[in-house]
């Protein structure tokens, strides 16, 4: 069984559209997470959220937006898609968000491309 | 502010030999140490944690850290390198949130 998993795995747009990420954790953790890992490899955290909070990087642009119909998923909305949003997206869970010690667990990643 | 700095954005060994990667944090407070893997085209994987228990931490596939405080350091050791040991590994440390290292590749040569 898939402990956290992206939809799709590979994504390729022109720039202008808005499209959606999907993720799911089957691990009944309460927090989950959003990163973006660059063409070095760089991972950049984008947001985390429980049901009680959102936390965002101040330097996300509000073109991207975490949308969370329930716990067990965090989807990721991004609009007028730019070039320079081609990476690659991790979503990723942890047990209760609250930081310290804990392990997050990755889904396999939602590579995209904006032609 | 926490943060941690891996030396060696590529590393390259023979396989059998003695893997190190290198990793210093920095951490106002008493720090929690994560090392990740990701191989190719997947997402990344928990190796080892370290949380204070004790001071060198064993993890999967045979790799181990010790946490140096003198040092700062947190440093990846493997005693004999596999081929399938070829990936990207992050250090990364959390106190609030997780930050992750800029990474290193690994590569094993036959």
């Known amino acids: 069984d898939t402990a956290v998993s992206q939809t799709p795995k590979y994504l390729v747009t022109q720039m202008g559209n808005d499209k959606s990420i999907k993720c799911e954790q089957n691990?009944?953790?309460?927090?989950m997470y959003w990163y973006k890992q660059d063409s070095k490899k760089f991972l950049k955290i984008m947001f985390s959220y429980n049901n009680k909070e959102l936390i965002i990087n101040e330097t996300v642009p509000n073109r991207f937006s975490p949308k969370s119909p329930d716990k067990a998923h965090l989807n990721l909305h991004i609009n007028s898609l730019e070039l320079g949003d081609s990476a690659v997206y991790f979503c990723?869970?942890?047990?209760?968000?609250?930081?310290?010690?804990?392990?997050?667990?990755f889904g396999p990643g939602t590579r995209l491309l904006v032609l | 502010a926490q943060s941690v700095t891996q030396l060696g954005s590529h590393v390259s060994v023979s396989e059998g030999a003695l893997v190190l990667l290198r990793c210093n944090y920095s951490s106002s407070v008493p720090p929690y140490l994560f090392w990740y893997v990701q191989y190719p085209n997947q997402g990344l994987q928990l190796l080892l944690k370290y949380t204070s228990a004790a001071t060198l931490v064993k993890g999967i596939n045979g790799f181990e850290a010790e946490f140096k405080k003198s040092e700062t350091s947190f440093h990846l050791t493997k005693p004999s390198a596999h081929m399938s040991d070829a990936a990207e590994y992050f250090c990364a440390v959390s106190e609030d949130d997780m930050r992750f290292g800029a990474g290193t590749r690994l590569t094993v040569k036959p």
């Open positions: 691990l009944g953790h309460d927090t």
């Open positions: 990723a869970s942890s047990q209760d968000g609250t930081g310290k010690g804990e392990t997050q667990y």
